[in-house]
């Protein structure tokens, strides 16, 4: 009879990183090296050792898959520890199973996450599919808490999470539990610790009551999870802090047991259960490579007959309207008939070949029309003007029509030319400046083109020379300066010459308020030019620094080497960032920044600076906590600065905004940007956190983004950067 088997622990882990094998390997040997066994073999595909009663097989194929089998004696059976993976294939995403079952014995063993498993979680950016499975456990501040709240809500996430509240009693303890449950769940858990009461407030607050952990318990939170539509709370097990401070590891062994629990009997996702049976058949030699390849690709849904026939018959019921003939005038009609007959029967004999019966030549004889209803398709009709008068000028719809050429068409024409033009320059120029520089015109040219049609919307402004125009519009001259308003001040008698005297006090404040625009226009310009040399002597500083390092003088500190860069405005930084900042990805705000570039040109090299100097921040934090290097937000990566650490001034931040703003529909929405469905599955999310490139003022640029550093994505994502968004003291 077959020995009992029992599946105690299972791990589903998504690698994007190829290859997998060498990492896993690398750290699998690590592991088994301890207890006794020899390094593992690259050179050999299978390899059979056995030490102190256990025994280790390791057989890969080629460099697609693999599988590592290690089994310990245990009390009346074996425990079997197995770790099989696939590299990427089109479709599929790198996976690796770990599996621990025991087999035979009369009660299953308390166990923990295989030894290997931080180790490896720490060579990339490891998933469950949805939410980045960390090497230990996730500090959780307030400014994190809402985030965290939609990755438990996040309807692909498999591992249950499990919560560490603060212990107030006894301060040290939710670190020491929350370390315990990380190093026994690696893999099959996301452990999460709340920073401090004021995180847990926000915590409980956000879940509500029944939802929420407090007191030094430890909740898990298990899939699916509503907090909006949660009808049984208890699914979520709760162990109480008076509980956890009696019993100690023993009841930390019932969260863990718990928590496994639910993984190990969880299914394998479609596309891992598909490819399983193909791993085994190729490491068994009775599949090839390819056959992964064949398993991974989606089985395409049966073709629903009747629903494909209805679709074609309402597609053939879609027919392009005919437009109605132009009328004619009886005048019309005897001067254009001679000429506009050749050319209309041309017409139809190219519109509709055939048309014209069987035996038609294709010409018509001249003097003769087709009748209504059988001929061609009428040509254009001119523009309806006034009678006996030229045509009125559409304005308006030129303006458009030359905008949209401008963007639309001739954009990704003069960037093919521009990219030809890069590839056949000499090395010693910058190719990429070239096309910098046209994709930040294409973005101004973008910005006039929406002032353009805002200015238009309603209505157009009058036209030079028309009742109503202000003076300045008027051929370009002043009301004083037209030939006859000296004579006719003059002529006026005494009020026009109280006028005439008065004219040179109001001459002189409008020269004083002019000078003092002036003056002031120049001192934004000397404080932009200020801010961009103190950015030049900071780097020089740095390079020098760099110098003495690299000289023998390490106190001085090893600076990175960067090139010099310095924005000319908004659209330059965000072109710049989406070429080279790997962690920071860029959304669709090119229109606020190029207006802000348009309306303020002196200041936005000051706003471009800053921005520049956050993103780089950013891109900094992100890379950190994504690779497990920190684990805290942004506010506490600039404010606790190290040597080396790109960082902002923390009065430039705002994690959150104010509760007029996040409650009211009116306020909320225009801070709701676009993301990746592997960020949010709605593809859209309110960003409260900004920098404020300035705090007061008009205007007051901000930036909002997104972390989701410690997410899936692994990314920070910027929604907008422009003008301050409407608030309760703004409208």
Same mark, same amino acid.
């Given at each position: 009879?077959?020995?009992?088997?029992?599946?105690?622990?299972?791990?589903?882990?998504?690698?994007?990183?190829?290859?997998?094998?060498?990492?896993?390997?690398?750290?699998?040997?690590?592991?088994?090296?301890?207890?006794?066994?020899?390094?593992?073999?690259?050179?050999?595909?299978?390899?059979?050792?056995?030490?102190?009663?256990?025994?280790?097989?390791?057989?890969?194929?080629?460099?697609?898959?693999?599988?590592?089998?290690?089994?310990?004696?245990?009390?009346?059976?074996?425990?079997?520890?197995?770790?099989?993976?696939?590299?990427?294939?089109?479709?599929?995403?790198?996976?690796?199973?770990?599996?621990?079952?025991?087999?035979?014995?009369?009660?299953?063993?308390?166990?923990?996450?295989?030894?290997?498993?931080?180790?490896?979680?720490?060579?990339?950016?490891?998933?469950?599919?949805?939410?980045?499975?960390?090497?230990?456990?996730?500090?959780?501040?307030?400014?994190?808490?809402?985030?965290?709240?939609?990755?438990?809500?996040?309807?692909?996430?498999?591992?249950?999470?499990?919560?560490?509240?603060?212990?107030?009693?006894?301060?040290?303890?939710?670190?020491?539990?929350?370390?315990?449950?990380?190093?026994?769940?690696?893999?099959?858990?996301?452990?999460?610790?709340?920073?401090?009461?004021?995180?847990?407030?926000?915590?409980?607050?956000?879940?509500?009551?029944?939802?929420?952990?407090?007191?030094?318990?430890?909740?898990?939170?298990?899939?699916?999870?509503?907090?909006?539509?949660?009808?049984?709370?208890?699914?979520?097990?709760?162990?109480?802090?008076?509980?956890?401070?009696?019993?100690?590891?023993?009841?930390?062994?019932?969260?863990?047991?718990?928590?496994?629990?639910?993984?190990?009997?969880?299914?394998?996702?479609?596309?891992?259960?598909?490819?399983?049976?193909?791993?085994?058949?190729?490491?068994?030699?009775?599949?090839?490579?390819?056959?992964?390849?064949?398993?991974?690709?989606?089985?395409?849904?049966?073709?629903?007959?009747?629903?494909?026939?209805?679709?074609?018959?309402?597609?053939?019921?879609?027919?392009?309207?005919?437009?109605?003939?132009?009328?004619?005038?009886?005048?019309?009609?005897?001067?254009?008939?001679?000429?506009?007959?050749?050319?209309?029967?041309?017409?139809?004999?190219?519109?509709?070949?055939?048309?014209?019966?069987?035996?038609?030549?294709?010409?018509?004889?001249?003097?003769?029309?087709?009748?209504?209803?059988?001929?061609?398709?009428?040509?254009?009709?001119?523009?309806?003007?006034?009678?006996?008068?030229?045509?009125?000028?559409?304005?308006?719809?030129?303006?458009?029509?030359?905008?949209?050429?401008?963007?639309?068409?001739?954009?990704?024409?003069?960037?093919?030319?521009?990219?030809?033009?890069?590839?056949?320059?000499?090395?010693?120029?910058?190719?990429?400046?070239?096309?910098?520089?046209?994709?930040?015109?294409?973005?101004?040219?973008?910005?006039?083109?929406?002032?353009?049609?805002?200015?238009?919307?309603? #209505?157009? !402004?009058?036209? $030079?020379?028309?009742?109503? *125009? @202000? %003076? /300045? =519009? +008027?051929?370009?001259?002043? &009301?004083?300066?037209?030939?006859?308003?000296?004579?006719?001040?003059?002529?006026? #008698?005494? !009020?026009?010459? $109280?006028?005439?005297?008065? *004219? @040179? %006090? /109001? =001459? +002189?404040?409008?020269?004083? &308020?002019?000078?003092?625009?002036?003056?002031?226009?120049?001192?934004?310009?000397?404080?932009?030019?200020?801010? $961009?040399?103190?950015?030049?002597?900071?780097?020089?500083? +740095?390079?020098?620094?760099?110098?003495?390092?690299?000289?023998?003088?390490?106190?001085?500190?090893?600076?990175?080497?960067?090139?010099?860069?310095?924005?000319?405005?908004?659209?330059?930084?965000?072109? +710049?960032?989406?070429?080279?900042?790997?962690?920071?990805?860029?959304?669709?705000?090119?229109?606020?920044?190029?207006?802000?570039?348009?309306?303020?040109?002196?200041?936005?090299?000051?706003?471009?600076?800053?921005?520049?100097?956050?993103?780089?921040?950013?891109?900094?934090?992100?890379?950190?906590?994504?690779?497990?290097?920190?684990?805290?937000?942004?506010?506490?990566?600039?404010?606790?600065?190290?040597?080396?650490?790109?960082?902002?001034?923390?009065?430039?931040?705002?994690?959150?905004?104010?509760?007029?703003?996040?409650?009211?529909?009116?306020?909320?929405?225009?801070?709701?940007?676009?993301?990746?469905?592997?960020?949010?599955?709605?593809?859209?999310?309110?960003?409260?956190?900004?920098?404020?490139?300035?705090?007061?003022?008009?205007?007051?640029?901000?930036?909002?983004?997104?972390?989701?550093?410690?997410?899936?994505?692994?990314?920070?994502?910027?929604?907008?950067?422009?003008?301050?968004?409407?608030?309760?003291?703004?409208?």
């Amino acid at each position: 009879m077959a020995s009992q088997v029992t599946r105690l622990y299972q791990a589903v882990l998504r690698d994007r990183e190829p290859p997998i094998s060498i990492r896993l390997r690398r750290t699998f040997s690590e592991w088994t090296e301890a207890k006794g066994f020899p390094p593992a073999s690259a050179a050999r595909a299978r390899t059979e050792h056995e030490a102190g009663g256990a025994r280790l097989v390791m057989e890969r194929r080629g460099g697609g898959c693999g599988r590592y089998t290690l089994g310990e004696p245990v009390a009346g059976g074996v425990l079997r520890t197995q770790v099989t993976y696939a590299e990427s294939v089109p479709g599929m995403t790198g996976w690796v199973v770990v599996t621990v079952e025991q087999h035979g014995g009369r009660e299953p063993e308390a166990v923990t996450a295989p030894g290997f498993l931080p180790a490896y979680l720490r060579t990339a950016r490891i998933t469950d599919g949805a939410v980045h499975v960390e090497d230990g456990p996730v500090v959780l501040d307030e400014t994190e808490v809402d985030r965290f709240v939609r990755t438990l809500a996040d309807p692909r996430r498999r591992v249950p999470a499990v919560v560490v509240s603060v212990d107030a009693q006894r301060p040290e303890a939710g670190r020491a539990r929350a370390d315990h449950l990380a190093a026994a769940l690696t893999g099959a858990a996301l452990v999460v610790r709340l920073a401090d009461l004021r995180a847990q407030d926000r915590f409980n607050e956000t879940l509500g009551e029944r939802l929420g952990v407090y007191g030094g318990g430890v909740r898990t939170y298990v899939t699916p999870f509503d907090p909006a539509g949660e009808r049984y709370p208890e699914r979520h097990l709760t162990m109480g802090g008076p509980r956890l401070r009696a019993q100690g590891a023993a009841a930390l062994g019932v969260v863990v047991e718990g928590a496994l629990g639910r993984t190990a009997r969880a299914e394998l996702p479609d596309d891992v259960r598909r490819t399983m049976g193909a791993v085994r058949r190729v490491l068994s030699g009775t599949a090839e490579l390819s056959a992964i390849a064949a398993a991974a690709a989606p089985v395409p849904a049966p073709v629903d007959l009747s629903r494909e026939e209805l679709r074609r018959g309402m597609m053939a019921l879609t027919r392009q309207p005919v437009p109605p003939a132009a009328p004619e005038t009886a005048s019309e009609t005897a001067s254009a008939r001679s000429a506009a007959a050749p050319l209309s029967t041309a017409q139809s004999a190219v519109a509709r070949p055939g048309a014209a019966g069987p035996g038609a030549s294709g010409t018509a004889a001249p003097g003769t029309r087709p009748a209504a209803g059988q001929g061609s398709s009428p040509g254009p009709s001119p523009a309806a003007g006034p009678v006996g008068g030229a045509p009125a000028l559409d304005v308006a719809g030129l303006v458009r029509a030359v905008a949209d050429a401008v963007v639309k068409e001739l954009r990704g024409e003069l960037e093919s030319a521009l990219n030809l033009a890069a590839s056949s320059a000499s090395p010693d120029d910058e190719p990429g400046l070239l096309l910098r520089e046209i994709r930040i015109l294409g973005a101004h040219v973008a910005g006039l083109r929406d002032i353009v049609a805002e200015r238009w919307r309603d #209505g157009p !402004p009058p036209v $030079a020379g028309e009742a109503g *125009a @202000p %003076a /300045e =519009t +008027r051929a370009g001259t002043r &009301a004083e300066d037209e030939p006859g308003a000296r004579t006719r001040t003059r002529a006026e #008698g005494e !009020p026009g010459a $109280a006028e005439t005297r008065e *004219a @040179p %006090a /109001e =001459t +002189r404040v409008e020269g004083g &308020a002019g000078r003092l625009r002036r003056e002031h226009l120049f001192l934004q310009k000397e404080y932009a030019d200020s801010a $961009a040399e103190a950015r030049r002597l900071a780097w020089q500083v +740095r390079r020098l620094e760099r110098m003495l390092t690299e000289a023998g003088h390490p106190a001085y500190g090893a600076a990175p080497e960067e090139d010099v860069f310095e924005p000319t405005g908004l659209v330059d930084v965000l072109v +710049r960032a989406r070429a080279t900042l790997r962690h920071v990805s860029v959304g669709d705000t090119d229109g606020p920044a190029a207006r802000l570039d348009l309306d303020h040109p002196a200041l936005c090299r000051t706003w471009a600076a800053k921005a520049w100097d956050a993103l780089c921040a950013l891109d900094d934090f992100a890379g950190a906590r994504s690779s497990g290097a920190f684990s805290g937000g942004f506010y506490d990566w600039c404010a606790n600065g190290a040597d080396g650490r790109r960082t902002i001034p923390t009065g430039m931040l705002a994690m959150r905004e104010s509760r007029s703003v996040t409650g009211s529909a009116k306020f909320s929405e225009p801070r709701v940007f676009a993301v990746p469905q592997e960020v949010h599955p709605a593809g859209r999310l309110l960003m409260e956190a900004h920098v404020k490139l300035r705090p007061v003022g008009y205007p007051a640029p901000r930036m909002y983004f997104h972390d989701d550093s410690g997410g899936a994505s692994g990314k920070v994502w910027i929604g907008y950067l422009g003008d301050h968004l409407p608030n309760t003291r703004t409208n």
